[in-house]
Structure formats: C-alpha cells, structure tokens
C-alpha cells in the first residue's frame, strides 16, 4: 500500500511539474526540480542571478582579511527541509549535562 501511495504522489507532482522549464536542466529529476520551484518560488522577483545564487546559498560570500582575498562557502539560507539540519543531530554530551546546575556563589 505504501508504494502505490508514493507512486501515486510522484505522478501528481510530475503532472504538475510537466512543461516547466526546470526540467531542462541536466541531471535533475521530476521531483527535485519540483522542490526547486517550490522552494525558490517565481524567479522573475530576482533582480539577478547573483540575487537568486544567494537565495540558494551558492553564492562565494567574501570573507577577507588583510592582505587575504578568499570566499567562504558559507550559505546564507538554508533550505526548509535541510536533511542534516543541527536539530536533528544527535548530541552525546547534552543528555549528561541537562541535569548539571549553574554555581552561583551565595549572595552577601
């Protein structure tokens, strides 16, 4: 039952996606240029691709110092749906110390 309910959702998203000209690209597929038009929405909002390459988190973000000219990959958004998002992380540590108390020295 499980399989014929995604295959039944991914021939919805396909019949929505049809024509679109994301699927022009190379090596993307129906349902991730689906997540691409809905995550980016209407690209004639951006003034230019630069504008949509930061959307995207793909664009070099200067991060220079002194006589350093380098970018630093770092994006400026994250997607919605982000698969390795910190939250979902497991955190070894923060389980021991939960029941840790702050030390306050007395008051006086």
């Known amino acids: 039952m499980h ?4 295959t039944n959702l991914e021939r919805s998203v396909a019949a929505l996606i049809a024509g679109h000209p994301v699927l022009g690209l190379p090596a993307l597929g129906v349902l991730t240029a689906a ?3 809905a995550e980016a929405g209407d690209v004639e909002r951006f003034r230019s691709p630069a504008a949509f390459a930061m959307l995207a988190g793909v664009a070099p ?3 220079s110092s002194a006589e350093v000219q380098r970018n630093a990959p770092q ?3 994250q997607p919605s749906a982000e698969p390795g998002a ?5 955190q ?3 389980a021991s110390r939960a029941g ?4 306050r020295p007395p008051a006086g």
């Open 75 to 77: 994006p400026r958004r």
């Open 86 to 90: 910190v939250h979902d992380r497991p």
């Open 61 to 63: 973000i200067p991060a």
């Open 3 to 6: 399989d014929r309910v995604v």
């Open 92 to 94: 070894p540590g923060l």
């Open 100 to 103: 840790e108390s702050v030390h």
């Open 35 to 37: 997540r691409l038009v």
